[in-house]
Nanobody, 118 residues
Framework: QVQLVESGGGLVQPGGSLRLSCTASGIVFSTYAMGWYRQTPGKQRELVAQVSNGGNSYYAAAVKGRFTISRDDANNTVYLQMNSLKPEDTAVYYC????????????WGQGTQVTVSS
């Protein structure tokens, strides 16, 4: 029914950039806050960035100024532009759709691996 499909992950050198994409189906995309979370082994899943259906954005302190979240409602897609990447950014990144801004849930993608290493 509901699918969130991420793409764009991979291996990048420190200081490099990646652009993650998440395309949703099975939901009225324009009514959801869309976000990106990340998770590493032994740690809780962490909210990285979120954008409301009205365009308000939140960024975790660790990524503020380096990452940019955006959405394209016409194509049911949310992006995460990741610049100035650091090894600490290495994680599995998950796309998330939530009914309310700054809320966790309700739907998750399968995740895409981002590895920052020289």
């Amino acid at each position: 029914q509901v699918q969130l499909v991420e793409s764009g992950g991979g291996l990048v050198q420190p200081g490099g950039s990646l652009r993650l994409s998440c395309t949703a189906s099975g939901i009225v995309f324009s009514t959801y806050a869309m976000g990106w979370y990340r998770q590493t082994p032994g740690k809780q899943r962490e909210l990285v960035a979120q954008v409301s259906n009205g365009g308000n954005s939140y960024y975790a302190a660790a990524v503020k100024g380096r990452f940019t979240i955006s959405r394209d409602d016409a194509n049911n897609t949310v992006y995460l532009q990741m610049n100035s990447l650091k090894p600490e950014d290495t994680a599995v990144y998950y796309c998330n759709a939530a009914r309310f801004f700054l809320a966790r849930g309700n739907y998750w993608g399968q995740g895409t691996q981002v590895t920052v290493s020289s």
